[in-house]
């Protein structure tokens, strides 16, 4: 069965502090791989992205997510959180063979900075 | 360039009121889907279109729930007669091209309460 899961519901980190949402995907075929964030109120916009070449994908806002197909994961990852990185974010998984290329999203991580 | 448009952004209504929702995709995209998200159940596709044609409305919970796609800029969501657990945000995303690895863009959603 086609899945994504986001091991944690809820990350608090200090600004300035790394951080590391993970994102681990069950998918029969080559994966195509998304990161969004969603900020109150607001619809779903686009980090990054992954469909091939380069494991390592860097996004906006200074984001990044490193696909690892030996362990189903595409985590995601910034050196340094500022306060307006809270929100809510979310991974997602398509693919070709997957009718119309549509997304399985996972749960959502909530992250929460801390001055 | 104009985003994924939706409307209206908050709607509140009574138990068994019809209820619209509207969505004017990106120009040009050929895809468009309806999303429902709920703090119990995440984010739900609902139904998708490919060059106004339903292709898959799977995820529709119920005959109460109708999707048309009347022209390539012009989508309805329509709940009839609403209950008080389709309260929701209900976003649309559009996307350009057949391929899974192109992205989705989202709309900001409509919060719907129903009474």
């Known amino acids: 069965a086609q899945s994504v899961t986001q091991p944690d519901i809820h990350i608090t980190v200090s600004e300035g502090a790394s951080l590391e949402l993970r994102c681990n995907y069950s998918?029969?075929?080559?994966?195509?791989l998304f990161w969004y964030v969603q900020s109150p109120g607001q619809g779903l916009q686009l980090l990054l992205k992954?469909?091939?070449?380069?494991?390592l994908v860097q996004g906006i806002k200074g984001f990044e997510a490193e696909f690892k197909r030996s362990q189903s994961s595409f985590n995601l990852r910034k050196p340094s959180v500022h306060w307006s990185d809270a929100a809510e974010y979310f991974c997602?998984?398509?693919?070709?063979?997957?009718?119309?290329?549509?997304?399985?999203f996972g749960q959502g991580t909530e992250l929460s900075v801390k001055p | 360039d104009a985003g994924v448009i939706q409307s209206p952004r908050h709607e509140v209504t009574e138990m068994g009121q019809e209820v619209t929702l509207r969505c004017k995709p990106i120009?040009?995209?050929?895809?468009l889907f309806w999303y429902r998200q709920t703090m119990m159940r995440g984010l739900e596709l609902l139904i998708y279109f490919n060059n106004n044609v339903p292709i898959d409305d799977s995820g529709m919970p119920e005959d109460r729930f109708s999707a048309k796609m009347p022209n390539a800029s012009f989508s309805t969501l329509k709940i009839q007669p609403s209950e008080p657990r389709d309260s929701a945000v209900y976003f649309c995303?559009?996307?350009?091209?057949?391929?899974?690895?192109?992205?989705?863009?989202f709309g900001d959603g409509t919060r719907l309460s129903i009474l």
């Open positions: 995303a559009s996307r350009e091209g057949p391929l899974g690895n192109q992205p989705q863009h």
């Open positions: 998918y029969g075929a080559t994966p195509y």
């Open positions: 120009s040009g995209h050929d895809y």
């Open positions: 992954y469909f091939s070449g380069d494991t």
């Open positions: 997602a998984v398509g693919g070709m063979n997957n009718q119309g290329g549509k997304l399985i």
